[in-house]
């Protein structure tokens, strides 16, 4: 079989010869995720530097085994790695890998993830789920699996699904009603969220999130895991909806699992659309995100830039309200052409609210500014 031979990071891996990325790869390799991976190197390190001892982590979905690979050679205090998949061809490539890159910390497996992480319970203090679309069928296992102070990382690919383009996958794999709006991928973080922190909340494990995004054509999030039946629930009380306005863009959120949701917005008397339930909490810590930032120049990752002006931009918006207005869109609803987004910004800050970019829009605004007084302010600056 002709091979490719991919430097990342500071590690090399053979992967077999592809034309364009595929699932349908006789072994998964996408170069466009090696911000993913970089990040997940920071944060992981992030993580690991809190603790006293080496780590164990667990990639439960290994591919040419390139995850784990990076985390045990680029990763200080890692004690042990396990790498799993279920492509036999995979893990044929996984062992020569890490071979290749002379590491002798990594066990490799041709396992399950399911199965794996249900027989090696309390063993890992980082589990990694990273599979072809959706996580939702490894978030049980990986919940059983973590104990309190260790972290779930996540990816997510069927922002499609998350992000209200079709509803019934959404309904059938996170039991959540999508939002389609110009916010959509903040509320699929946040319906993804939600349901990791209900299965969770089953094992009296609640969740707590430390960096996450959404890049690309897919989501990531990294959250720490506490115990508890008291600290489960009240953090469950981060549990909500949101209610949108098409007609004027007003949007609220509503707390509480069974809440009394208005179905007509109180601005204009339009609609009210609704998603959810999802999480209404904190998607970033702005501790963690400096942390990643402070470390980044001793990683060398050849995505640095991008890395540091990914999560600039998500510390900038660490503390922000949920959701985020789009310049476009608030200025087609006004029927004007959009004004400067940072003069937009200058004057909310100037007249007192909140206002920062966000990651997950060029043109996005967040802000705790009603719809009104937005709209007042970008009218002015026309
Ligand atoms: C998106 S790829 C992983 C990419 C890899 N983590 C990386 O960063 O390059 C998903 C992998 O999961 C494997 N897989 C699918 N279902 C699985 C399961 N139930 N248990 C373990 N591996 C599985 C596939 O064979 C594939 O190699
Ligand atoms: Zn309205």
């Known amino acids: 079989m002709e091979h490719k031979t991919i430097n990342e990071g500071n590690v090399t891996i053979e992967v077999p010869y592809f034309h364009k990325v595929s699932a349908k790869a006789p072994v998964f390799y996408n170069p466009v995720m090696e911000l993913n991976r970089d990040l997940s190197v920071a944060a992981i390190q992030v993580f690991q530097m809190d603790r006293e001892e080496d780590i164990t982590i667990c990639d439960a979905f290994g591919g040419t085994g390139i995850r784990g690979i990076r985390y045990a050679s680029e990763i200080g205090g890692?004690?042990?790695?396990?790498?799993?998949?279920l492509n036999p061809l995979a893990v044929q490539f996984t062992e020569d890998n890490v071979h290749k890159n002379n590491l002798n910390n990594i066990d490799v497996y041709r396992e399950d993830a399911n199965l794996l992480l249900r027989k090696c319970r309390g063993k890992f203090d980082v589990v990694d789920v990273d599979p072809f679309g959706t996580p939702s069928p490894y978030i049980e296992s990986s919940a059983f699996n973590l104990r309190s102070g260790g972290m779930l990382c996540v990816t997510a690919t069927d922002t499609s699904a998350l992000c209200g383009t079709y509803k019934e996958p959404c309904i059938r794999k996170y039991g959540a009603v999508s939002l389609k709006t110009e916010y959509c991928h903040e509320t699929g973080l946040r319906i993804l969220v939600g349901f990791i922190s209900r299965t969770f909340a089953k094992y009296k494990k609640y969740v707590d999130l430390k960096f996450s995004h959404s890049?690309?054509?897919?989501?990531?999030?990294?959250?720490?895991?506490?115990?508890?039946?008291?600290?489960?629930?009240e953090s469950l009380n981060n549990l909500g909806y949101i209610?949108?306005?098409?007609?004027?863009?007003?949007?609220?959120?509503v707390p509480g699992l069974a809440p009394s949701i208005p179905?007509?917005?109180?601005?204009?008397?339009?609609?009210?659309?609704?998603?959810?339930?999802?999480?209404?909490?904190?998607?970033l810590e702005p501790d963690f995100i400096e942390n990643m930032i402070n470390i980044m120049p001793d990683l060398n990752l050849k995505?640095?830039?991008?890395?540091?002006?990914l999560l600039?931009?998500?510390?900038?918006?660490?503390?922000?309200?949920?959701?985020?207005?789009?310049?476009?869109?608030?200025?087609?609803?006004?029927?004007?052409?959009s004004p400067p987004l940072h003069n937009v910004l200058e004057k909310l800050k100037a007249n007192g609210f909140f206002a920062s970019r966000t990651h997950f829009k060029p043109t996005g605004i967040k802000t705790n500014a009603p719809v009104d007084a937005l709209k007042k302010i970008v009218l002015s600056l026309k």
């Open 78 to 85: 890692v004690g042990h790695v396990v790498i799993t998949d």
């Open 215 to 233: 890049t690309e054509h897919y989501l990531r999030l990294y959250l720490t895991i506490g115990k508890g039946a008291k600290k489960t629930d």
């Open 243 to 253: 209610a949108h306005c098409n007609n004027c863009l007003y949007r609220m959120a």
């Open 263 to 283: 179905g007509i917005c109180p601005v204009c008397k339009g609609n009210f659309r609704v998603g959810g339930p999802l999480w209404l909490g904190k998607l």
């Open 303 to 309: 995505m640095e830039n991008e890395a540091l002006k």
């Open 312 to 337: 600039e931009r998500c510390y900038e918006e660490s503390n922000a309200p949920i959701t985020f207005f789009d310049l476009h869109v608030v200025s087609k609803n006004l029927k004007i052409s």
